[in-house]
């Protein structure tokens, strides 16, 4: 069955303190990793997608990175206004669906 | 702003009502994905629409059913509600059937049944 985990479900910085989210997954056949963040009470606003292990893409203060079984968003001096839930999806399979993990809840302190 | 729009933002009902939330896709976007999201399960797949036919069915219950028009916006109807039905849903768009591609997600609906 195709899972996603991420980790940690919350995760508290200092502004400029880099840390990095972990997602976790099993699937049979990947045809796409997806990050995503969301707002509360907003819907989720796509960051990145991943279709390879060793691909890597970056936006700003993000990067994102896939490995067979893992990838993670990495964030460097992160700001407050970065404060949001980062949202990991994969597609597998034949459907189209994603599948979502639960979330990592980031808050950035000034 | 994906260019998914979703109407009502906000919706209050009673245990026992019907309601129909409504989902505009993006600009040439032929599939149209339904999604619940509760504070304990996180987002869920319900339903998939590619070009105004049924493609994929998630976590459904017969108590719900969707549609898509010949226009592309796509209709989720929620009967017989139980307070475990309030939730955030969302409606997604791709230009696809889902290979691989981006989905865009609306703005969501809000619903509260009381």
């Known amino acids: 069955e195709d899972q996603v985990t991420q980790s940690p479900e919350a995760l508290r910085l200092q502004e400029g303190e880099s840390s990095s989210l972990n997602c976790s997954y099993t699937v049979s056949g990947l045809r796409g990793l997806f990050w995503y963040r969301q707002d509360p009470g907003k819907g989720p606003e796509f960051l990145f997608t991943?279709?390879?292990a060793g691909e890597e893409k970056e936006k700003e203060r993000l990067k994102a990175t896939l490995t067979k079984k893992e990838s993670f968003l990495h964030i460097t001096a992160p700001k407050p206004e970065d404060s949001a839930t980062y949202l990991c999806a994969l597609k597998g399979g034949s459907q189209g669906n994603l599948i979502f993990g639960k979330g990592t809840k980031l808050s950035v302190k000034p | 702003d994906s260019g998914v729009t979703q109407t009502p933002k906000h919706l209050i009902t009673a245990t026992g009502q019907r309601v129909t939330l409504r989902c505009s896709p993006r600009s040439g976007d032929l599939s149209v994905y339904w999604y619940q999201q509760s504070l304990d399960q996180g987002l869920q797949f319900l339903i998939q629409y590619y070009n105004g036919e049924e493609r994929a069915k998630g976590n459904i219950l017969e108590r719900f059913s969707a549609q898509q028009f010949p226009d592309l916006h796509s209709e989720l109807n929620l009967s017989s509600l139980e307070l475990g039905d309030s939730a955030l849903y969302f409606c997604?768009?791709?230009?696809?059937?889902?290979?691989?591609?981006?989905?865009?997600f609306g703005p969501g609906t809000r619903l509260l049944v009381l």
């Open positions: 991943l279709y390879s």
């Open positions: 997604a768009s791709s230009q696809g059937a889902g290979e691989g591609e981006t989905q865009y």
